[in-house]
């Protein structure tokens, strides 16, 4: 199916300490989306990588995409306690986003 | 401030009751979208529309209709809500090609 499917399922780590989630999906995209929950709430878009870009930088976020592999990875540097959250990708085609199930960020102080 | 407002926020419904759930958007975007969030399960789209005046369904569209109201409102409704329907729904808005989309805050809704 379309739809992105990160791993792991949970990640914890230290304060400080970098986190890398990763996402594969199965067709063809336009883009490829991160975004981030917060418990109880709503999804705030994160990044946006389009399928002829390879990698973009947002502050802490690097996301890389490799359209032959089908798979993307978002890297968090220097993790804070406020980044605790559930990160989705999502990809996008022809204006069907499908979401993944989520990775389960919990950084410790 | 800008965003898309989602109402009601919780909602209880016995099964075979109807109700609809509002979604205004107010970024003068073109599309807008309804999804579903189960546990582990991610987000599933339910319905979209792309334009006013045009309304598609998603991946799990069974039980539910949609409309297009005008560019800013898109609603969602059940005719005759199942527990299955038990759910947290987000709404969400975008400019196609232009970035990412912009959630509502969520309606968590029971049905008993």
């Known amino acids: 199916s379309q739809q992105g499917e990160e791993d792991p399922q949970a990640l914890s780590i230290q304060e400080g300490e970098n986190a890398t989630m990763n996402c594969s999906y199965k067709t063809s995209i336009n883009n490829l989306q991160w975004y981030r929950q917060n418990s109880g709430r709503g999804l705030v878009h994160l990044i946006l990588i389009r399928s002829n870009e390879r990698e973009k930088h947002s502050g802490r976020l690097r996301v890389t995409l490799d359209t032959s592999k089908k798979s993307s990875s978002l890297l968090i540097t220097a993790s804070r306690a406020a980044d605790t959250a559930s990160y989705f990708c999502?990809?996008?085609?022809?204006?069907?986003?499908?979401f993944g199930a989520g990775t389960r960020l919990t950084v410790k102080p | 401030n800008a965003g898309v407002t989602q109402t009601p926020k919780f909602q209880v419904l016995k099964t075979g009751q109807s109700m609809t759930l509002q979604c205004a958007q107010d970024?003068?975007?073109?599309?807008m979208y309804w999804y579903r969030q189960d546990p582990g399960m991610g987000l599933r789209l339910i319905y979209y529309?792309?334009?006013?005046?045009?309304?598609d369904k998603g991946e799990v569209p069974n039980g539910y209709n949609v409309s297009r109201l005008n560019k800013r409102e898109f609603s969602l409704r059940l005719e005759s809500a199942a527990p299955s329907q038990t759910s947290v729904y987000f709404c969400a808005s975008s400019e196609q090609g232009q970035g990412g989309y912009t959630f509502g805050s969520g309606t968590r809704l029971t049905v008993v």
């Open positions: 529309s792309a334009s006013e005046g045009t309304t």
């Open positions: 999502a990809t996008d085609l022809n204006n069907d986003m499908r």
């Open positions: 970024m003068n975007h073109n599309s």
